[in-house]
Structure formats: C-alpha cells, structure tokens
C-alpha cells in the first residue's frame, strides 16, 4: 500500500499547527516554506483536513490554519482518512468464484480467506494509528529533538503566525 504524500504533509503540518499559541493561525505559505513544498499542492492536503473539521481556517492577513480539536484528541488515523478516505484498502473482488472446478450452484459460506485475513491487516493498521495523537508526536519529537533545533522552530512559526 502507497499513501498518498499529501498524508505525510498533512501529518507533518499538524504537528506544526499543533504548536501555535491560542487564537494565532499559520497561513498556507508559511507551512509550504517551512517544509519545501508547492503552496498550491500543500492547500489541496490542507483542506482535505479543513473539509473534515480536524483544522480551522480563517482568512485575511493575519488568516490560515490552526488545529480545530487538542492535539491529544487528533489521530494520526484522524488525518489519513481526512485525505485518504475511510475506505478499505484491501477490495475483494470474489475471483475465487471464477474457479471452474467448482460447481455452478455452489455458494459461499463466508467472506473469502484472502480477504479476512487482508481486512484484519487493515483493522491492525488502524488501530495503531487510532492509537497515536499528535500530541504523543509532539512528546516524541521534544525528546528526539536538540532542544536547540526545537527552540528555532517554535520561533519561526511564532514569527509568522498571525
């Protein structure tokens, strides 16, 4: 399975919006310099994520984004569906029926073997990622992080937060 990158971007920005002080906003530029990426495809990530309620969106010069729940109520899993959707990734297209040793009339009693076990590697890979918030990233990168590297980052976004 290939996520599609605008995942790892939107993951990434809410990290950052995840930062901002109460009331400020990080416009779509800002967040597009900040990771090297084209503001006109970081907006198509980015309102996947207001389209489903996880980010607030104001406009103006002072206008852009910032988180719409606590970071400790957002998933990781919150953000793959707002842009991958909610669908399987796994679609059993019951080619077993196409066996032509079976007989004509024959009738299956239970979702195909292949797709159980499919379905539960999805329901596996959700929940780990049902299982991690935003806020469990934010602890992670503040021990990982040189406290330096940390500190220039606050700043920077704090600089150009409106």
Not at 37 to 43: D, F, I, M, Q
Request: hydrophobic share 40%; net charge neutral.
């Amino acid at each position: 399975m290939i996520l599609k990158s605008q995942v790892e971007w939107a993951l990434h920005c809410c990290a950052i919006l995840a930062g901002l002080p109460e009331g400020r906003y990080l416009s779509t530029k800002a967040l597009a310099e900040f990771h090297g990426l084209p503001k006109e495809y970081l907006s198509k990530a980015l309102q996947s994520l207001s389209q489903a309620g996880l980010v607030h969106t104001t406009l103006g010069p002072s206008g852009g984004y910032r988180l719409a729940r606590s970071p400790e109520d957002l998933t990781f899993l919150d953000i793959v569906e707002a842009v991958e959707g909610k669908t399987r990734t796994f679609v059993c297209n019951e080619i077993r029926a196409n066996n032509p040793c079976r007989p004509k009339d024959h009738r299956e009693s239970a979702p195909c073997a292949i797709a159980r076990v499919m379905w539960g590697a999805d329901e596996a890979w959700r929940q780990k990622l049902r299982s991690v918030t935003i806020a469990d990233l934010g602890r992670t990168l503040a021990r990982e992080l040189p406290q330096a590297l940390l500190q220039d980052t606050i700043d920077w976004v704090e600089d150009r937060a409106g």
